[in-house]
């Protein structure tokens, strides 16, 4: 099965959004009282369009709020953030809001994983009776270089990494498609274009095929993922396209 990628979707770069998102919300917050679009331009150095398309996504994840006057003024969701006690429980509740969302918008089971002391760990996710999750038949721990999850992840880390983990997980055949010779996964890892989502084509299980976009804020290592039923894997072009250019939301609370 052979997948083209549309060269402007799949260069999209969460990772700007992210850094661009927070220079607003630094403006933001910096002000207190309110601030324009006009001053929020200058002050970000962001074009017009660019600012504008940045506000909506904002006020749609309830970081900001416009008052009557037009300015924009800190939201909900920063506020439950950025309150010392609950932080946690705002963000987990946040996440998977986003996440429900999300599965919406691109039809498919999507998930957060996390690289958390050498291990591979789905630390959220999202399904439903029309998207239903992937069955997880072989421990996600132990085969990460079958899973698009799990090659997004290592993909992250550098050879000395992808190296240690290969060294305590053996690379055992999982399906006809399953990768098992190392040699072979560490070049393909190297080759992968860190804005173009990795791919699983029924790698991991058969009847099933899955897309990841890395997601790393700060030093953490993580991944957006989505998985559709193989009957569907006509949709997993567009699906892997909105997945990665849905990723600044849900990066963006993993940053803050």
Same mark, same amino acid.
């Given at each position: ?15 700007? +959004? ?13 002000? /207190? ?29 309830? @970081? ?7 300015? @924009? ?37 999507? @998930? ?12 959220? @996710?999202?399904? /439903? ?89 700060? +030093? ?6 989505? +998985? ?29």
């Amino acid at each position: 099965m052979a997948l083209k990628h549309d060269k402007d979707a799949s260069s999209y770069k969460p990772h700007q +959004s992210v850094q661009h998102a927070l220079r607003v919300l630094e403006a933001v917050a910096r002000r /207190g009282v309110g601030i324009t679009d006009t001053e929020l331009a200058r002050v970000t150095g962001l074009p017009v369009d660019q600012l504008t398309h940045m506000l909506r996504m904002l006020r749609r994840e309830g @970081y900001v709020q416009q008052a009557a006057d037009g300015a @924009y003024l800190a939201g909900a969701t920063l506020d439950r953030l950025g309150a010392a006690d609950g932080h946690e429980s705002a963000l987990t509740a946040k996440l998977q809001l986003t996440l429900d969302e999300l599965r919406d918008t691109v039809g498919a089971a999507v @998930y957060i994983s996390r690289y958390i002391d050498g291990e591979v760990r789905i630390t959220q @996710y999202a399904s /439903g009776p029309e998207t239903p999750p992937v069955n997880e038949w072989v421990d996600f721990r132990v085969s990460a270089h079958a899973s698009a999850v799990g090659k997004s992840l290592l993909g992250q880390l550098d050879v000395n990494g992808r190296r240690d983990h290969l060294s305590r997980h053996k690379m055992a055949r999982l399906t006809s498609r399953t990768i098992t010779n190392e040699k072979v996964l560490l070049s393909k890892l190297a080759a992968q274009p860190a804005t173009v989502p990795v791919l699983d084509l029924q790698e991991y299980a058969v009847g099933t095929v899955c897309a990841a976009v890395p997601i790393t804020a700060g +030093s953490s290592v993580g991944c957006l993922a989505l +998985s559709l039923p193989v009957e569907h894997a006509h949709r997993l072009h567009h699906a892997a396209d909105r997945l990665n250019q849905s990723a600044a939301p849900v990066l963006l609370s993993l940053a803050i």
